[in-house]
């Protein structure tokens, strides 16, 4: 059974800093990994997608990084803002999506 | 291009009643699937479809049911509701087995 765990839980940075997300899962047998964001009551907006066979994928100011060997992701976030305050969740499709539990992210101003 | 669209988006139902939820995927998307968003639990995966088939099951009561219609709109029924059916029901469209776009959800509470 896949399981997918994210740390750190809870993030609080000031405004401006460079900060890192992981995402680590159990079975390397995924045809893709995608990172979320969701705001509270929200539903969720996808943020990058990274198939199997891809190492990184970019999108303005996030990176993510994709290791299947080791089982990990980390989306990186660069010069962070006071509106990328939500939760990022990632979530890995096998036979089915498993997502993580999310790191609820605060940006202070 | 609209997005995903989940109806409705609120509800409140008694403990024994049933509730049916709809969602309409994006134009030209098969797949649907769906998920339910706890505090405690996070986000599960409760079943998908493709083409009016179900594709896959997570592990949820039989309780919990679903289907497709021939223009990839797809419900999902939840009878003998229980207080721990509480929760944000998600819907995601894609393409294929790609990129996954979700609706904003439907908040059902459970009294």
């Known amino acids: 059974k896949q399981e997918v765990t994210q740390i750190p839980a809870a993030l609080s940075v000031p405004e401006g800093e460079n900060l890192v997300l992981n995402c680590s899962f159990t079975?390397?047998?995924?045809?893709?990994l995608q990172w979320f964001r969701q705001d509270p009551g929200k539903g969720l907006t996808s943020l990058l997608l990274i198939q199997s066979s891809q190492r990184e994928q970019t999108s303005g100011r996030l990176n993510a990084s994709l290791d299947k060997s080791s089982g990990r992701s980390t989306l990186y976030i660069a010069a962070s803002q006071p509106g990328d305050s939500a939760t990022y969740l990632c979530a890995v499709t096998g036979n089915m999506l498993t997502f993580g539990g999310g790191t609820r992210l605060m940006v202070k101003p | 291009k609209a997005g995903v669209t989940q109806t409705p988006r609120y509800l409140i139902k008694t403990r024994g009643q049933q509730v049916t939820l709809s969602c309409s995927p994006i134009s030209g998307h098969r797949s649907v699937s769906w998920y339910q968003q706890t505090p405690g639990q996070g986000l599960q995966f409760l079943f998908e479809y493709f083409s009016e088939t179900q594709r896959n099951k997570g592990n949820f009561p039989g309780r919990f049911s679903g289907r497709q219609f021939s223009n990839s709109r797809s419900e999902m029924n939840v009878s003998t509701l229980e207080l721990g059916d509480s929760a944000l029901y998600l819907c995601?469209?894609?393409?294929?087995?790609?990129?996954?776009?979700f609706g904003e959800g439907s908040r059902l509470t459970v009294l």
């Open positions: 079975d390397s047998a995924i045809y893709n």
């Open positions: 995601a469209s894609s393409f294929d087995t790609g990129e996954l776009f």
